[in-house]
C-alpha cells in the first residue's frame, strides 16, 4: 500500500510545531504552501494519503479546502498532534479542530501521531463524540485499550521502533 503524508506548515517553513503562526500565516498561505505538494503526491497515484502532525484548526481547514479544491478522490486521513491530551499544540481544543472535518467528505480517518501513549484514551473518546516520550513497551496495554475504545488503525510515528509495530500487532493479535 502506498501512503505518502504531507506535513504540517511550521516544522517545514520556520521550524515551528507548535501551531502558533505568525499573525501573515492565512489560510490562503498555507493553501499554497500544501498545493504542489498535494499535487505531486497526487500524481503519485497513492492508494491513501495522510495529513499529518496537523497543529491547529486552521491548518486542518486549509488542507481539507485542498482536498476539495483539487477534488481529491483518494481516501484520506488527517492526524493531530497534542502537548497535553486535550488541545492541539495551538491551545484550540480538539472539539474545535475536529469541528472543521465533521463537515468533510474527503477526510475518511482521524487520528494522532507524535503524542505520548496516555493522551491518546481521551482524544479516542472525543473522536466518538464529535528527545522521547514514550518507552516502547507503553503501547502493549495502550493499544489493546484503544481498540476496546473504538480505534481501528493504531501505530507510531517518528519516535516509533520496530519493536514498537511488533509489540503492538502482538497486543492487537491476543483475543482477550
Known amino acids: 500500500m502506498e501512503l ?18 505568525e499573525p501573515d500565516v492565512s489560510l490562503e498561505k498555507l493553501k499554497d504552501f500544501h498545493r504542489r505538494r498535494l499535487q505531486v503526491l497526487i500524481e503519485a497515484g497513492p492508494d491513501m494519503l495522510a495529513l499529518k502532525t496537523i ?33 492541539a499544540p495551538s491551545g484550540e481544543s480538539f472539539e474545535d479542530c475536529l469541528e472543521v472535518i465533521n463537515n468533510s467528505n ?24 464529535p528527545s522521547k516520550y514514550f518507552d516502547d513497551h507503553d503501547f502493549e496495554s495502550h493499544a489493546r485499550r484503544w481498540r476496546d475504545l473504538g480505534a481501528k488503525i493504531i501505530g507510531g510515528c517518528c519516535r516509533t521502533t520496530p519493536l514498537t509495530i511488533k509489540i503492538i500487532s502482538d497486543a492487537l493479535g491476543e483475543k482477550s
Not at 485542498?66 to 497534542?82: G, K
Not at 474527503?106 to 463524540?129: E, Q, T
Open 4 to 21: 505518502p503524508s504531507i506535513t504540517l506548515f511550521g516544522v517545514l517553513l520556520i521550524s515551528s510545531s507548535s501551531g502558533c503562526y
Open 55 to 87: 497543529p491547529n484548526k486552521l491548518e486542518a481547514r486549509a488542507c481539507i479546502e485542498l482536498l476539495e479544491e483539487e477534488n481529491v478522490q483518494i481516501p484520506s486521513w488527517i492526524r493531530f498532534t497534542t502537548v497535553d491530551g486535550e488541545n
Open 106 to 129: 474527503r477526510v475518511h480517518a482521524v487520528g494522532i501521531n507524535c503524542a505520548p501513549p496516555h493522551f491518546i484514551d481521551n482524544l479516542i473518546c472525543k473522536f466518538k463524540h
